[in-house]
């Protein structure tokens, strides 16, 4: 990281035992942490600092951890959020992406995980805000100002759509986006209808994308959605 600022974190966690131990451990990992015991101090908190990023567990005592993250997202708040939980099922993981997480960590976990999580979404969080005209990942280049993509220093011919849908995934490189999110946020669809459009882009996308012999990009995770690679 270019600066040496002291993160801010926001973990908000009710289970004390955790909650010490997470304290501690980011403490020592060099990072500055608040603690919400519960949803109400943390959305205080939250609407009073702006933090880098936000640990939120999902099972809190006044309120579901979604409804949270959604509050907070309603607020403005836009800080990357890691959701922490024990619920395990691929919808519950879907459904807290959709809902504004951007990372999900299922208890129990590691805590050399969490770091490793934590510092993946603090850079990402660095690197958007850093350059928001120009969006590079590994040989994939967008020039957002003139809405030109190319790979490897080739022109890609993209319809606008594409460029736009592509343009999402760039943005959320390394993380996963779901077929609900591209339909609400590329094609401004709130309701997920009964239809293939997104399959559909995507398949041409990453016909032009991922063409022979070049590294591909756009991943399909079965049953949850599409994550564009990082590295
Ligand atoms: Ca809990």
């Not at 936000?54 to 836009?78: F, N, T």
Request: with cysteine; charged share 30%; proline share 3%.
């Amino acid at each position: 990281m270019a600066y040496h600022r002291v993160m801010e974190l926001l973990l908000v966690e009710d289970e004390l035992e955790i909650q010490d131990f997470l304290k501690a451990s980011l403490a020592d990992a060099g990072y500055e942490v608040d603690v919400a015991g519960d949803g109400k101090t943390a959305e205080s908190l939250a609407s009073a600092k702006v933090y880098d990023a936000l640990i939120v567990d999902l099972g809190l005592p006044d309120q579901d951890g979604i409804d949270l993250i959604l509050r907070l997202r309603h607020l403005g708040v836009s800080s990357p959020v890691l959701i922490l939980s024990a619920r395990r099922s691929i919808d519950d993981r879907v459904r807290g992406l959709e809902q504004g997480g951007d990372d999900y960590l299922t208890k129990p976990f590691a805590l050399a995980e969490l770091l490793a999580r934590l510092r993946n979404l603090l850079r990402r969080n660095v690197a958007a805000t850093a350059s928001p005209t120009f969006l590079r990942v590994v040989d994939l280049e967008l020039d957002l100002l003139k809405r030109r993509a190319s790979r490897g220093g080739e022109l890609l011919n993209l319809s606008p759509q594409e460029f736009v849908l592509l343009e999402y995934l760039c943005r959320h490189a390394g993380r996963v986006v779901t077929r609900s999110m591209l339909l609400a946020e590329v094609w401004g669809m709130r309701i997920q209808p009964d239809t293939n459009v997104v399959d559909v882009h995507i398949y041409r996308l990453r016909g032009k994308v991922d063409t022979e012999g070049r590294e591909p990009l756009i991943k399909t995770l079965r049953g949850v959605g599409y994550v564009l690679k990082e590295r």
